[in-house]
């Protein structure tokens, strides 16, 4: 029996990282749709580009990774979005440029028939950063069918967030992920503190009637929980090339263990192995090569 191919949507950003070593298309959602495809999904992006050389060269790049551009909208007056980044031993620092043409992506007939048949789409704080695409994201969210997963993949970047954001985004969410860096953060500006990230992960489960918590630590894995389980995942330890898009990679194989009904120790330990691989590569969206991605996870140990 041909298993379900599942129409998953990254709604928000896509940009070009500006890295030292030259310049790579990028994008949470971006990438989270790429590595979705991979995984057998059909991974798509929800976002806008510019009227501009660097908009017709991301779709372009898409189209190359086998990513469809049709739900990519086009801005004149704005141009494609960018970003600076500095890597400290990989980690990368983020200088984001504003207005760009994903700061005002437009509710339309178009994306209201994409909403009707997503089957999970994930969105972060970043692209609601301005008030136009805050609401046409609120709007496609609402648009979702009722079985639909919604999660929130938290992706703080310098002060582009605020607590109503970050309220109403849990809100609207099935599942929330986000980093141990972050959950400080968040629950701090909730007003949700614990003495302990398993704790902190339950108030957010509890406060907003969430399925799923998931917090990542970087190379020392990731914690699951939901009502009535606990998993954790020590993670895997891989020669970082850059951290661009490691967690976004997470994320992308966490929903697509999550739509497949997996349990939630096999969707943890394949969530770290693609993300371990994303960091071991340049960028977030790496090309698997001729072995295919399965062949290149299994030697992760």
Not at 74 to 96: A, C, S, Y
Not at 125 to 136: D, G, K, P, V, Y
Request: hydrophobic fraction near 40%.
């Amino acid at each position: 029996m041909k298993e379900t191919k599942h129409v998953v949507v990254g709604i928000g950003e896509l940009l070009w990282d500006f890295l030292p070593s030259g310049k790579q298309l990028g994008g949470a959602p971006a990438n989270f749709a790429y590595i979705t495809s991979l995984l057998g999904d059909r991974g798509i992006v929800a976002s806008r580009s510019g009227d501009d050389p660097l908009g017709a060269e991301a779709l372009q790049r898409l189209r190359q990774l086998g990513v469809t551009t049709e739900f990519v909208q086009k801005d004149n007056p704005h141009p494609t979005g960018t970003v600076k980044i500095e890597l400290d031993n990989g980690q990368p620092r983020f200088e984001i440029l504003q207005p760009v043409a994903w700061d005002f992506l437009e509710w339309t007939p178009t994306w209201k028939r994409l909403a009707s048949e997503t089957h999970a789409v994930c969105f972060g704080s970043l692209a609601q950063r301005s008030a136009r695409s805050r609401i046409t994201i609120r709007r496609f969210l609402r648009a979702t069918r009722p079985d639909a997963v919604r999660i929130f993949d938290v992706n703080l970047r310098q002060d582009f967030y605020s607590k109503e954001v970050l309220e109403e985004s849990l809100k609207l969410a099935t599942i929330v992920k986000l980093n141990h860096e972050e959950l400080p953060v968040v629950t701090s500006l909730l007003a949700l503190e614990s003495q302990s990230m398993r704790e902190s992960a339950r108030h957010l489960l509890a406060s907003f009637h969430l399925k799923l918590v998931c917090i990542t630590r970087g190379s020392s894995g990731s914690i699951l929980i939901s009502a009535g389980e606990f998993c954790e995942h020590a993670g895997f330890k891989v020669k970082i090339a850059d951290a661009i898009g490691a967690g976004d990679a997470f994320t992308a194989a966490l929903v697509h263990g999550y739509l497949s009904k997996q349990p939630l120790r096999e969707i943890n330990e394949k969530a770290n192995r693609v993300g371990a691989w994303v960091a071991s590569q340049h960028g977030g969206m790496p090309l698997p090569g001729e072995r295919g991605l399965e062949q290149i996870l299994a030697t992760i140990t």
